[in-house]
């Protein structure tokens, strides 16, 4: 099993930044892809940004330019640079793992609560 345990949410103002993070426990080992999901009230939870072992990126078009994902494994974390903060983007953000390079996350964290006031 892997635990993600994600820290960092809170209330910033619009055109704010923060940083998101997720360290992982566990059975780490092979873990290949880390990612950070979404969820806003009333919404389907969305994807936001993953990270590969080998560093490839990717981004949700709605955070392009604005949020930048990195991992760090010797410490065994991920990390979401949120910049250029909308009201939009208030959510609770999801980390996820997995030791597959494609199909659904296998781990996930419980969650950390963002909120973006204009």
């Known amino acids: 099993q892997v635990q993600l345990v994600e820290s960092g949410g809170g209330l910033v103002q619009a055109g704010g930044s923060l940083r998101l993070s997720c360290a992982a426990s566990?059975?780490?080992?092979?873990?290949?892809?880390m990612g950070w999901y979404r969820q806003a009230p009333g919404k389907q939870r969305e994807f936001v940004a993953s990270i590969t072992s080998g560093g490839s990126t990717y981004y949700a078009d709605s955070v392009k330019g604005r949020f930048a994902i990195s991992r760090d494994d010797a410490k065994n974390t991920v990390y979401l640079q949120m910049n250029s903060l909308i009201p939009e983007d208030t959510a609770v953000y999801y980390c996820a793992a997995d030791k597959a390079s494609w199909g659904l996350y296998d781990y996930w964290g419980q969650g950390t609560q963002v909120t973006v006031s204009s």
């Open positions: 566990g059975s780490i080992s092979g873990i290949n892809r």
